[in-house]
Structures are given as structure tokens and as C-alpha cells.
């Protein structure tokens, strides 16, 4: 776990929350404003020794809307943190209580945290992928984490297969009964249904695959149900899990449901 990682969790005494805090609208406002005060402030210092009191005025221009940006950011950020359970009970469907028995397990030292390169030129390594006994977390900054119960979990694979602008990417694929429960989307290259969740970080890194399999036999380990193929065939019927007929009919099938 990152430096960095481990301050924001001590700070906010959770998992779940640290990850809430990361990235989101309130962010970018906030790193927008300062960009124009740092540019703003001494363009404004430049001016005012040519143009005198005028000066002053060219400076604001870009000086009030930074200010404006950051406390309209810090706003933002405050508003996500306090509603992050709200988040999460939202996207999981999980009450409060089984939100903080997660936040507890992934805060125990027995929790696994697999990492990888947060790009392809050789970043700094940092969490992709946490597990516990009955948790799945993966990090995604802009979401601050998707959250499932491992019993949750229908099916966990790695695929080259994802469609994708200008073709297939590789990433490691997460289907549990939450994204079960969604409309299909349409795959717009077979024309298919297909839904689930993907770890945007994960996405054309040279070391995808490793990490994926790294991850699925971690999960494996403590719920041995979870499906770790793309394709499987169960009584008598092939699916491709990324190219369904009916999403939610044929995930019916396939769990006898």
C-alpha cells in the first residue's frame, strides 16, 4: 500500500472512505483553481509594473474564479465524503452495517492487496485489487471503489476480449448478481448483451494478465463457486459471458434460478 494510501485511510479510519476521497469533480475544481491562481498571481504582479492600478484588475481575472473553483471543489469534496456510506449502499445494495464489517475487514492486516504499474512506462506500483475472507474491493478513483461480498460474485476472469475503441482490450472482468440484476448493454461488435464491472486501472497495462490471475486465485480460494471462464457450457448450452442473447434470461439459466 502506498504512503500516501496508508495516511488517507489512518486519517479518515477507513478504507472505503480514503478511496471515496480520491479523484471525483471536487478534485479537479479544486486542482483547476489553484492552476489559475499559480498562473494568475504573478501574471498579475508582471501587469501591474507596465499598467499600474489596471494591472491589478488583469490578475483578478484569473485570481476570483480560482478562488471560486477551489471553495466550489472543497464543497464538492466535503459533500462526497459525508455521503460516501450513502455511495456505497447505493451501488452494493449492502446495509450500513455490512458496509463497515467490510471497511473492518479491509483495514485488518490479513486483508491481501495485489498492485501493479499505474501505467506502462514504469509508475510507482500501488493497490489495484484488495481481498478479504468475504470482500472484494477494486480501486477506481473516479468511483472510489467497487465494492462486492465474494458470495456476491458470479464470475471473475481475465478476457482480451473487451470491445473497446479500436478494438479489443485486455482486463480482468467482474460479474456478480448486482450487475446480473442491470439491463444488458449491447456489445457493439457482436451486437450482443453483456454487463459487469471492470477495473478502469487495469485497462492495455503490459502486466494485465498477471495481475488478473493473480487476483482471481485469491478469490477463488475463499469462494471456489465463482466462475473464472469466459466461455463455459452448462447443460448442453455454450455462453460467451461477454456476448450474451439475453443478459439477465440466460444468467437465469446458467445459475439454475
Known amino acids: 500500500m502506498t504512503k500516501g ?3 488517507s485511510i489512518a486519517k479518515h479510519g477507513s478504507v472505503l472512505k480514503a478511496f471515496r476521497s480520491q479523484g ?7 486542482a ?3 492552476v489559475l491562481l499559480v498562473f494568475g498571481i504573478p501574471l498579475g504582479l508582471l501587469c501591474m509594473l507596465g499598467l499600474g492600478g489596471r494591472g491589478f484588475l488583469v490578475g483578478a481575472v484569473f485570481v476570483v474564479p480560482g478562488l471560486l473553483m477551489i471553495l466550489w471543489g472543497m464543497a464538492l469534496r466535503k459533500k462526497r465524503l ?3 456510506l450513502e455511495f456505497y449502499k447505493k451501488d452494493t445494495g449492502y446495509s450500513e452495517a455490512e458496509l463497515q464489517e467490510a471497511d473492518r475487514e479491509l483495514m485488518s492486516p490479513d486483508a491481501v492487496k495485489i498492485g501493479g504499474k499505474m501505467d506502462n512506462s514504469g ?6 485489487f484488495m481481498i478479504t475472507e468475504h470482500y472484494f474491493l477494486s480501486i477506481w478513483p473516479v ?3 467497487h465494492l462486492r461480498k465474494l458470495d456476491d460474485i458470479v464470475a471473475a476472469f481475465h478476457s482480451a476480449q473487451i470491445p473497446g475503441i479500436g478494438g479489443y482490450r485486455q482486463n480482468l472482468f467482474v460479474i456478480s448478481r448486482q450487475e446480473i440484476g442491470k439491463k444488458g448493454v449491447q456489445n457493439p461488435f457482436t451486437k450482443k448483451e453483456y454487463e459487469g464491472f471492470e477495473c478502469g486501472m487495469m485497462s492495455e497495462q503490459r502486466h494485465c494478465q498477471q495481475t488478473c490471475m493473480e487476483v482471481i486465485e485469491e478469490m477463488i480460494k475463499r469462494a471456489p463457486h465463482i466462475i473464472t471462464n469466459q466461455n463455459i457450457a452448462v447443460n448442453g448450452m455454450t455462453y460467451n459471458l461477454l456476448s450474451m442473447d439475453n443478459w439477465q434470461e440466460d444468467w437465469r439459466r446458467i445459475l439454475g434460478e
Open 143 to 145: 468511483y472510489g471503489a
Open 5 to 7: 494510501m496508508r495516511k
Open 32 to 34: 483547476g483553481g489553484i
Open 123 to 128: 509508475g510507482k506500483e500501488g493497490i489495484i
Open 24 to 30: 471525483g469533480g471536487g478534485a479537479g475544481l479544486i
Open 82 to 84: 459525508a455521503n460516501y
